[in-house]
């Protein structure tokens, strides 16, 4: 008998669901889909035990006839295409055909489905891969999964799964990047019979961003929207100050599909390379629309992942879109002062009547002042004396608030009939209801017309601008790193390191555009010895180094000899230095790298050359530095993305000195 044998059809449709159901989130993916492909306007999913014990996945849908339920659940069956052509133009999510017979392979399912032109709908069971029922049933318009037990008939499956809380969190997860994907359709979420999430529908992308990621985050947002003839590219970035440790707040749809792609990743990261700090990532929801025939989705069964036909063309347009949003805006970030701590309240002594002692008793060493009342010794030791809290102490509290609480409700009672109608007394308390209510309104109005003062004062009025230098009086250095200026009304405080890296890095920049350097000769030259790949990542890139002020020359093998160096890197310039430049340059697109974003990354090294903190400048070298900053693209951040300046306004100080309230 031969060794080879093909497998039984149960065997391949658990094998094949391995592919496509990993966990309880992954049977929600596929069947939430299918009702976006479906044309559903809200989709309504819930679950328990993370999943893991139901799923149930209501949509309004367009539903399915009856002669077409048995066929859905066959393997490779689907109304999304017909023949290989189709691959090139795929418009919906599903298409491959394979997730409800793998769904069904590992659960027990049941589904009810009516379109709106059918009297009746139709109810459909099966289990393990095999049908249990199909019958007529009364249902709405739209289709309803419930999918229960999975991965019941595959033990070695289940028990790799994590808690139901964990599972339950990624379903939540999920549906954030679903309700995210299309603004026009509401997603309702239930976790255990709790509401976890319900969006609107609107069509408004924002509107789901700050349902699901609150207000701070909401008013952080930049508006993207750009397009060429091939790309068209929409959504919102977070300013810079919006920032994760992970990737998790980058997210990115292609045609409407959530996927996960380093070239986007890493084109949105170098535009913010400027304005972040290292390991740290930006806050990102950003729709691309791509032709069909330029992207390939059939890469992975659970379609999370795509190639690009033109992936250059893709990574450049992302970034100069981002980069250019970024540099529109003017990004100092405003420091708020958190709220000095309220002394604790000292209680005031009382007598046994409840009755507050006066000021005027005045004891001094046990003896009454002359003058004063005479009070006996008892009283004289309630004031020296704290008194004590023992549990009548806290009783008799507790039962003064209970009694002024009820006395408070009883005073509203009426007590007999003719208080029922008091037309004097009732309009009394109408005007001092309007009249409370207008002074009310006009706070209201006047904060808020602060707030937009403020607001316009910080983006309109700008400190970093020609017209701006008559008005700016710098005010001193504290820590020997950090400039006070004064500004209108604003305080701005200059991190002197941080700015002359930003002048230093767009000087360099400047002069690899216009061959304006001036180069610095070393003895003895730096010997650099690389790797095979690192020599020919170095020749490719040559003239680049070249531009700056290096003079490079071959060394015999693959080593090289640098004989000199840019003027403002000739304190720098080591061999680490040049073999961390070169490192840095070869990533996963260095092949087809722009010469911008080469220049910037070997601009980068005249960081290295900027003054330290901890070192005293003159006023008129902060004035200079100023001026500087003032020609500069992008004045608010060093290259490695912290903040060169902040500001705090005359208002906030005055709050925190109580000068206002």
């Not at 207008?438 to 403020?454: P, Y």
């Not at 992008?634 to 490695?640: A, D, K, L, V």
């Given at each position: 008998m031969g060794k080879i044998q093909v497998l039984d059809q149960v065997t391949i449709d658990k094998i094949a669901a391995g592919e496509v159901v990993e966990r309880p989130a992954s049977v929600v993916k596929e069947l939430v889909e299918n009702a976006i492909d479906a044309k559903a306007t809200a989709v309504e999913v819930e679950i328990q035990d993370g999943g893991i014990s139901l799923i149930r996945i209501a949509d309004n849908g367009g539903g399915m006839e009856q002669e077409d339920v048995r066929n859905a659940f066959l393997r490779h069956s689907t109304s999304k295409i017909r023949k290989v052509e189709d691959l090139a133009h795929i418009s919906s999510l599903g298409f491959r055909g394979e997730a409800?017979?793998?769904?069904?392979?590992?659960?027990?399912?049941?589904?009810?489905?009516?379109?709106?032109?059918?009297?009746?709908?139709?109810?459909?069971?099966?289990?393990?891969?095999?049908?249990v029922s199909l019958e007529e049933t009364g249902a709405r318009d739209g289709t309803t999964f419930l999918v229960r037990q999975l991965f019941y008939n595959v033990p070695a499956r289940r028990k790799f799964l994590k808690t139901p809380m964990t599972e339950a969190s990624h379903v939540s997860d999920l549906m954030t990047r679903l309700a995210l994907s299309r603004p026009d359709i509401s997603f309702q979420f239930i976790n255990n019979g709790q509401e976890r999430m319900h969006t609107s529908g609107n069509g408004k992308l924002k509107d789901v961003i700050y349902h699901v990621y609150g207000r701070e985050i909401t008013a952080n947002l930049i508006e993207v929207s750009r397009e060429n003839g091939e790309i068209r590219i929409t959504g919102f970035i977070g300013n810079p100050t919006v920032t994760r440790g992970n990737r998790n707040f980058e997210t990115f749809f292609v045609n409407g599909?959530?996927?996960?792609?380093?070239?986007?990743?890493?084109?949105?990261?170098?535009?913010?390379?400027?304005?972040?700090?290292?390991h740290k990532y930006p806050f990102i929801v950003l729709h691309l629309e791509i032709l069909g025939e330029e992207i390939d989705v059939n890469v992975h069964p659970t379609k999370m992942e795509l190639r690009f036909g033109h992936q250059q063309e893709v990574y450049q347009f992302l970034y100069e879109t981002v980069s250019g949003a970024l540099h529109g805006r003017d990004l100092i970030p405003r420091v708020e002062a958190p709220e000095a701590p309220k002394p604790p309240e000292i209680?005031?002594?009382s007598d046994t009547t409840g009755t507050p002692k006066t000021a005027n008793l005045s004891v001094q060493s046990g003896a009454v002042t002359p003058g004063a009342p005479e009070v006996s010794a008892g009283v004289e030791n309630a004031v020296t004396t704290p008194?004590?809290?023992?549990?009548?102490?806290?009783?008799?509290?507790?039962?003064?608030?209970v009694t002024s609480y009820h006395n408070q409700f009883a005073s509203a009672e009426v007590k007999e009939r003719g208080e029922i109608h008091k037309p004097s007394f009732n309009q009394e308390r109408i005007r001092e209801a309007v009249s409370y209510r207008?002074?009310?309104?006009?706070?209201?109005?006047?904060?808020?017309?602060?707030?937009?003062?403020?607001q316009l004062t910080l983006f309109d009025e700008k400190l970093l601008d020609e017209a701006s230098v008559p008005d700016y009086k710098i005010i001193g250095q504290v820590f020997d790193t950090y400039w006070i200026v004064q500004f209108h009304d604003s305080m701005y405080i200059i991190d002197q390191h941080a700015a002359h890296e930003r002048v230093l890095y767009e000087r360099t920049l400047k002069g690899m555009k216009t061959r304006d350097y001036t180069s610095q000769y070393i003895s003895p030259p730096i010997i650099l010895d690389l790797s095979m790949q690192e020599a020919e990542l170095f020749r490719r890139y040559l003239d680049r180094f070249t531009k700056i002020g290096f003079e490079i020359e071959p060394f015999g093998g693959d080593s090289f000899a640098v004989r000199a160096v840019p003027?403002?890197?000739f304190s720098v310039a080591k061999k680490e230095l040049l073999l961390e430049m070169i490192d840095s340059l070869s990533d996963e697109i260095s092949t087809n790298m722009t010469p911008e974003i080469l220049d910037e990354k070997i601009a980068s090294m005249s960081c290295k050359a900027a003054v330290k903190g901890n070192s005293r400048l003159s006023r008129k070298e902060v004035e200079e530095l100023l001026l500087e900053l003032l020609k500069l693209?992008?004045?608010?951040?060093?290259?490695?993305?912290?903040?060169?300046i902040i500001a705090m306004t005359k208002r906030e100080l005055e709050k925190k000195f109580k000068r206002i309230v």
């Open positions: 409800l017979s793998s769904i069904a392979a590992v659960s027990q399912v049941e589904m009810i489905t009516k379109t709106e032109e059918s009297v009746c709908g139709t109810a459909y069971q099966i289990s393990g891969g095999k049908e599909r959530y996927i996960k792609s380093g070239i986007l990743s890493k084109a949105v990261e170098d535009a913010y390379k400027d304005f972040t700090m290292q209680p005031k002594a008194e004590k809290r023992d549990l009548n102490y806290f009783m008799e509290r507790m039962r003064d608030r207008t002074r009310t309104e006009q706070q209201e109005k006047l904060t808020a017309e602060q707030q937009k003062s403020e003027d403002n890197l693209d992008n004045p608010y951040h060093c290259p490695h993305g912290r903040p060169t």
